[in-house]
């Protein structure tokens, strides 16, 4: 029994240990240029999970940091890679990413606020995915829950309305 409570709370450590590495093809940065391109569109989104137990509690991703990234090619080919066919994995599953400087330069960033809303303006047109995550231990508990999560989305330029982002693991 010892033994079984001991695995249980040791596996966040073996898998927060785990890496995801990245893509084997090269970030090519002109295909992500458009991001530093000023453009008309706003992005508002709001980001919650639902807790495990009984799916009742609401839990928002307030003051957690969302990114707005080109779907280039090796953004899809990262995504993929941490997400599977999904757009959520859960908090015990999550691999460390590679933090790759010229990637992170070519992205945008914002925080939730106490609602888990978040917004981006003066978007350029072209295709992203917008990511968060949101952990917690329950009260009492050993494990995290929550997860990371994301959507794609595809600005127009033509937006007269801003485009609405729910990010929640759905």
């Known amino acids: 029994m010892r033994s079984a409570v001991l695995c249980i709370a040791l596996a966040p450590l073996a898998l927060s240990a785990c890496n995801s590495a990245a893509p084997e093809m090269r970030f090519d940065a002109a295909e992500a240029a458009f991001i530093k391109q000023e453009g ?3 992005i508002e ?3 919650f999970l639902r807790d495990q ?3 009742m509690n609401v839990r ?3 003051g ?4 707005l990234i080109p779907a280039t090619a090796y953004a899809q ?3 993929s890679q941490f997400y599977g066919k999904r757009k959520f994995i859960a908090a015990l599953f999550m691999p460390t990413p590679t933090q790759e400087a ?3 330069a070519y992205t945008r960033t914002t925080k939730a606020g106490a609602t888990g809303r978040f917004t981006f303006d003066k978007v350029a047109p072209g295709r992203y995915f917008v990511t968060t995550q949101l952990t917690w231990v329950p009260k009492g508990g050993l494990l995290s829950e929550g997860g ?3 959507d794609e989305i595809t600005v127009t330029g033509k937006e007269t309305d801003p485009i609405e982002v729910v990010l929640s693991g759905n």
Do not use: L, W
């Open 148 to 150: 990371a999560m994301y």
């Open 45 to 47: 989104g709001q980001a």
């Open 60 to 62: 928002y991703a307030a």
């Open 77 to 79: 080919a990262r995504i």
């Open 64 to 67: 957690e940091v969302v990114r």
């Open 53 to 55: 137990q009984g799916k």
């Open 40 to 42: 008309k569109a706003t």
């Open 102 to 104: 010229e990637y992170a």
